[in-house]
């Protein structure tokens, strides 16, 4: 019996022992090293450096004659800077009447085609101008929680020019939030597309909520804590803040608020047990989803002792039923302190210009201009002191930026109409037109300085058009035909109303929304940005026209 005991414990021992021989045999081996080919040397010989007969030179010829180069309509005859159409050209060239030559790549062709006056500038680009667009689809998109939504932004990181301005394109689905939050920068807002609900409360405990559809705008001042929430159609908007350095990444977020105070003050500060709070977001929701809203806004309304926010504070304006002042080029609509004075930093306007037509050449005294382009395919040059310009083309999702007092224009050189929105930083909304200027200048002036004949004076304007009409730009489908007019025309402004240089402050003939009701129902059909989609096109109003002509 005692020798098998010896036998058994000598097993065990051979048994445990055995693993632990393995894995040092195991360590013992080498690690295999991982090795990659090559062959030549990251380094070039010495000899390489100067000039020396032998060495060899390139036998491709990059030489291509202009006349066999893939040129658009008139680019090799165009002496006038006109709209050169390169849609249609394969490879687009670098060449503008006698100057320029071909280029043999590597190019883009697609971003030539959608820029063809920064590929081929007109003759009148001269000097260095700073970059004056900034396309929103080359931003870089933050993603929301649960397919909740998006965001991107344009600030300085992008646009260094823009030092007044930031902006931001975000996307809620139904349901969606943009959670409880506020900024140090004043937000002004435009929805794009949708129906959003906000709401807020101010310094004095007043509340405000409302429902806006395609076309309205909100304001909060700095500091104003609110939400936004997609209704059943989801929403897009554009919010665009007061000062060039804002991000989105540096927002006072209701999330990251609880997280950073101590849960202990918390209990103090809501009377509620710590167990109250065990299951606070961990992270910052940003865009989330949430619980659809009630289609009734009064369902949801929370009202204190301070009441509501009133009228002449109301933080939204339903600028999509303020009827467009027309005339014979487009429609043009401003929103300011007059009409939106909780805004007091804001002055904006939404400007639709038919195919071929211009928004006249003029400039902003007295601030920058933000531009967004919603709709359609523009051009503008920029005229920047002493002696520089340069010449942009504008897409839908596109930001401009002029410096204050820079002359520019934008002409529509497409074949649908172009909408966009021009935002100052100041109280009112107001322009220098270069037309109406000449119109108002002594004629021997005009002809002293600019040599120009008697003839040519006598044709000059003496009001402002805001929009000039002109012909469809070659190779873009002819323009729609004019709407046509209402039998009977807006009625003239009251005396009493609030008048300005751009007509009435507030048109008689439509009635603003009240505030924290549901906006309009949105149409199953696309409406004309900016106007009611129901509202039939109205004749221009007579008063609103001689208003503009008298500034």
């Known amino acids: 019996m005692h020798s098998l005991l010896l036998i058994l414990l000598s097993l065990s021992a051979s048994v445990i022992a055995a693993p632990a021989v393995a894995l040092e045999a195991r360590q013992a081996q080498p690690t295999p090293t991982r090795t990659f080919a090559s062959t030549g040397s990251l380094l070039g010989p010495t000899t390489l450096r100067g000039y020396h007969p032998s060495l060899p030179l390139s036998t491709e010829d990059t030489v291509i004659p202009i006349d066999k180069l893939d040129l658009a309509p008139g680019q090799i005859d165009d002496k006038i800077g006109a709209l050169?159409?390169?849609?249609?050209?394969?490879?687009?060239?670098?060449?503008?009447?006698?100057?320029?030559?071909?280029?043999?790549?590597?190019?883009?062709?697609?971003?030539?085609?959608?820029?063809?006056?920064?590929?081929?500038?007109?003759?009148?680009?001269?000097?260095?101008?700073?970059?004056?667009?900034?396309?929103?689809?080359?931003?870089?998109?933050?993603?929301?929680?649960?397919?909740?939504?998006?965001?991107?932004?344009?600030?300085?990181?992008?646009?260094?020019?823009?030092?007044?301005?930031?902006?931001?394109?975000?996307?809620?689905?139904?349901?969606?939030?943009?959670?409880?939050?506020?900024?140090?920068?004043?937000?002004?807002?435009?929805?794009?597309?949708?129906?959003?609900?906000i709401g807020a409360i101010n310094e004095e405990g007043q509340s405000f909520f409302d429902d806006l559809t395609e076309g309205d705008v909100w304001f909060f001042p700095p500091g104003i804590p609110h939400y936004i929430q997609g209704l059943d159609t989801g929403v897009e908007f554009l919010l665009i803040f007061d000062d060039g350095n804002f991000s989105e990444d540096e927002t006072f977020l209701v999330s990251e608020m609880f997280a950073r105070t101590p849960t202990e003050v918390w209990s103090k500060e809501l009377d509620l047990p710590t167990e109250a709070f065990a299951n606070l977001p961990g992270k910052e929701l940003f865009i989330f989803?949430?619980?659809?809203?009630?289609?009734?806004?009064?369902?949801?309304?929370?009202?204190?002792?301070?009441?509501?926010?009133?009228?002449?504070?109301?933080?939204?304006?339903?600028?999509?039923?303020?009827?467009?002042?027309?005339?014979?080029?487009?429609?043009?609509?401003?929103?300011?302190?007059?009409?939106?004075?909780?805004?007091?930093?804001?002055?904006?306007?939404?400007?639709?210009?038919?195919?071929?037509?211009?928004?006249?050449?003029?400039?902003?005294?007295?601030?920058?201009?933000?531009?967004?382009?919603?709709?359609?395919?523009?051009?503008?040059?920029?005229?920047?002191?002493?002696?520089?310009?340069?010449?942009?083309?504008?897409n839908p999702g596109d930001v401009g930026y002029v410096p204050q007092a820079s002359s520019h224009y934008v002409e529509n050189i497409g074949d649908t109409d172009l909408i966009f929105l021009e935002v100052l930083k100041q109280k009112k909304f107001t322009d220098v037109s270069a037309g109406q200027w000449l119109g108002l200048t002594p004629p021997q002036v005009l002809k002293d300085t600019l040599h120009l004949s008697d003839e040519s004076i006598a044709h000059l304007y003496k009001e402002k058009p805001l929009i000039i009409q002109g012909l469809v730009p070659s190779g873009t489908a002819s323009a729609p035909a004019p709407a046509a007019s209402s039998a009977s025309a807006a009625p003239a402004p009251s005396p009493s109303a609030s008048t300005s240089a751009y007509g009435p402050a507030v048109p008689p003939a439509v009635s603003a929304p009240a505030a924290s009701s549901a906006g309009p129902a949105p149409s199953s059909a696309t409406p004309t940005v900016g106007a009611s989609a129901s509202a039939p096109t109205t004749a221009p109003n007579p008063s609103s026209t001689a208003s503009i002509g008298g500034m």
């Open 289 to 394: 989803n949430g619980t659809e809203p009630p289609k009734d806004l009064n369902l949801q309304n929370v009202i204190g002792p301070a009441g509501s926010i009133p009228d002449e504070g109301s933080y939204s304006y339903h600028w999509s039923q303020q009827k467009p002042l027309e005339v014979p080029g487009g429609t043009v609509k401003i929103l300011d302190t007059n009409t939106f004075p909780i805004a007091s930093d804001f002055s904006t306007a939404i400007v639709t210009v038919k195919p071929g037509a211009i928004r006249e050449v003029h400039w902003h005294p007295s601030s920058d201009e933000w531009s967004y382009f919603i709709q359609g395919h523009g051009r503008m040059s920029v005229f920047v002191a002493p002696s520089s310009a340069r010449t942009f083309d504008f």
């Open 84 to 197: 050169l159409d390169f849609s249609h050209v394969a490879t687009p060239q670098p060449v503008r009447g006698s100057k320029g030559n071909s280029d043999p790549g590597p190019k883009q062709p697609e971003i030539d085609r959608t820029h063809p006056d920064i590929l081929a500038p007109p003759q009148s680009d001269t000097g260095d101008v700073p970059q004056l667009n900034w396309p929103m689809d080359l931003s870089h998109v933050k993603l929301g929680m649960n397919n909740a939504g998006w965001s991107r932004q344009q600030n300085l990181k992008v646009m260094p020019i823009a030092k007044e301005f930031a902006g931001v394109d975000m996307r809620l689905g139904p349901g969606a939030y943009r959670e409880l939050h506020w900024h140090t920068s004043g937000e002004w807002a435009y929805i794009v597309k949708g129906n959003a609900r």
